[in-house]
């Protein structure tokens, strides 16, 4: 059974960072793109960041662009989203998600269950 588990999430200032990570087990990492997303109370799941199966191409929300960077180690089979200038607006459950490399959030095969970040004022 895929099993994807995001770690990192926490209560941070506005203008801090945090990174977070995607620890992946039962599959083959190396073989799907790697997605984050995220949802805030009373909005929908929202696309922020692919990376390619290489970890040569990446795409963001235009959103995070600038702030956010988002990486992969295969030999870990974990991925990583690296947050810094964070703002109240950041404040969601992030979501990390495998499949194409697509900001499209019906795209993906498999989710993990989400790690909260919230950014305080």
């Known amino acids: 059974q895929v099993q994807l588990v995001e770690s990192g999430g926490g209560l941070v200032q506005a203008g801090g960072s945090l990174r977070l990570s995607c620890a992946a087990s039962?599959?083959?990492?190396?073989?799907?793109?790697m997605g984050w997303f995220r949802q805030a109370p009373g909005k929908e799941r929202e696309f922020v960041a692919a990376?390619?199966?290489?970890?040569?191409?990446?795409l963001y929300a235009d959103s995070v662009k600038g702030r956010f960077t988002i990486s992969r180690d295969n030999a870990k089979n974990t991925m990583y989203l690296q947050m810094n200038s964070l703002k109240p607006e950041d404040t969601a459950v992030y979501y990390c998600?495998?499949?194409?490399?697509?900001?499209?959030?019906?795209?993906?095969?498999?989710w993990g269950q989400g790690t909260q970040v919230t950014v305080s004022s």
């Open positions: 990376i390619r199966r290489s970890g040569d191409n990446t």
């Open positions: 039962e599959f083959t990492f190396s073989y799907y793109a």
């Open positions: 998600a495998a499949g194409p490399y697509s900001g499209n959030i019906k795209s993906y095969n498999y």
